[in-house]
């Protein structure tokens, strides 16, 4: 910068003798302000020629021999030179990084797909070909949705929502593809998809291994509670120890047998398609239901059990909504001591359809609530098994749910009381007909 000024200053002289000479020269000619023209005539003229040459340079300057245009200009030159040499190192670092970060992703056993605003394909690594059946070249500027073509993914595209990873199945045979989309920039996505077909495989060997190893134990459980209840009747009523010894053993086997049936039923949902078995559930009918099985349950504890029923019947499953429904039930009764109330309500209203079990039992603390309906998860496991609580009573409520669109919402206050309400979303009812008043009963 300093000797672009130095040279500047320089050339305001040269110009100035110039001019200072061009006009004695022409003064001693006869006219001072010719002399002056003629020479800041060829001045310009210089000038504008090194302009020429200086644009010249500038237009092919790649691998082009620099100009020697004497001055100022050299200045200028100098200064277009380092910068162009300073971006061309610039570029050089960027595209170095690039193809680095390429490299990187390249090596990456997971797809990774970079998609534009409008969701067409910017930049694939070479795993996005064997999981997404993708061609990292050639499907440049395709849209995503029609090379991957599974309704899910043009679902999940199109809700924006991608908190949880989709779970690509049959698109690409054989892998299943756990797929995680990162929005970026200006409306750009970053597609990352994971191989979780060795996964899923053990995930399906382990819960086929427990519905198989609940089904084998069930024969030898049968057999052995009859054997039981034979010497009960036989030997138990000759020895009174030893009566008592088998009333404990029919008890464990009978808890070992609750047990092995609430493992099938929870492996059951988790093996069969949800939807298959769906029908029109007859509320009024399910809950009345319910009411006998309450009341049964209670028995000579005297329990109070109050239903209601009120709005639209439920689409779903009526054996996995019976069983956890009943479930419900039981855990209201075993929880509440006798004399206590438990109600049963369904009701619908403009946000959806909501099954309720309310007791006025012990209640549970606001720390056990988060981990309810964990698998084998217990309050006071020894209270839970005395009372016939194998600890899978939630999960399996938790999983028919999760397959009619539910959730479960727990409230409860130590001491109190608990309600357990089974959420259902709109598009889950069904308009009844007949309508019938809303019926409470009493027992
Ligand atoms: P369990 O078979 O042991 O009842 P669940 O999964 O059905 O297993 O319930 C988990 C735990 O939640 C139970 O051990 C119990 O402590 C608590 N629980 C469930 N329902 C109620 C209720 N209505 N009142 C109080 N505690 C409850």
């Known amino acids: 910068m300093v000797s672009v000024h130095r040279e500047l200053r320089r050339e305001l002289w040269r110009v100035f003798f110039l001019g200072l000479a061009g006009a004695m020269i022409g003064r001693i000619m006869g006219s001072a302000l010719t002399g002056l023209s003629v020479v800041f005539l060829f001045y310009v003229l210089i000038q504008i020629n090194k302009l020429r040459r200086l644009h010249r340079w500038l237009r092919r300057r790649a691998g082009g021999p620099i100009p020697e245009l004497g001055g100022m200009w050299d200045e200028v030159i100098r200064e277009v030179h380092r910068v162009d040499r300073d971006s061309e190192r610039h570029k050089e670092r960027i595209t170095g990084l690039f193809d680095r970060l390429q490299a990187a992703a390249s090596a990456m056993p997971d797809a990774m797909v970079v998609l534009s605003q409008r969701d067409l394909i910017e930049w694939a690594n070479p795993p996005a070909e064997r999981l997404l059946g993708l061609h990292a070249q050639r499907d440049i500027g395709a849209r995503i949705v029609h090379l991957v073509r599974d309704p899910s993914l043009t679902a999940y595209l199109e809700a924006g929502d ?143 059990i109050e239903v209601g029923v009120q709005g639209e019947d439920l689409m779903g499953n009526p054996e996995e909504l019976g069983s956890a429904f009943t479930n419900l039930v039981h855990n209201a009764i075993r929880h509440t001591p006798a004399g206590g109330l438990v109600r049963v309500t369904w009701a619908t209203d403009v946000t959806g359809g909501h099954f309720a079990v309310q007791d006025t039992g012990e209640g549970i603390a606001p720390r056990h609530i988060p981990f309810l309906t964990e698998r084998f998860y217990r309050v006071d496991s020894g209270r839970s098994r005395a009372t016939g609580g194998t600890g899978l009573g939630l999960s399996i409520v938790n999983e028919v749910l999760v397959r009619h669109d539910g959730r479960l919402a727990i409230e409860s206050v130590l001491g109190q009381g608990s309600t357990f309400t089974c959420h259902f979303p709109l598009s889950r009812l069904v308009v009844r007909v007949p309508s019938s008043p809303p019926s409470v009963t009493t027992v």
């Open 162 to 304: 991608y908190h949880q990873p989709l779970v690509l199945k049959g698109s690409v045979e054989p892998y299943v593809v756990s797929v995680q989309i990162i929005p970026f920039g200006a409306s750009q996505k970053l597609i990352i998809g994971r191989d979780i077909t060795h996964l899923i495989r053990l995930e399906d060997m382990r819960s086929h291994f427990v519905a198989d190893a609940s089904h084998e134990l069930r024969t030898p459980l049968t057999v052995l509670r009859g054997f039981v209840e034979t010497f009960q009747d036989t030997l138990g009523k000759e020895d009174e120890e030893l009566s008592a010894n088998l009333a404990l053993m029919q008890e464990q086997v009978e808890r070992m047998r609750r047990l092995v049936d609430d493992l099938l039923a929870l492996s059951r949902l988790e093996t069969t398609p949800a939807r298959v078995h769906e029908e029109v559930v007859d509320m009024r009918a399910l809950v009345d239901g319910l009411q006998g099985v309450a009341q049964a349950l209670s028995g000579d504890r005297g329990h109070r």
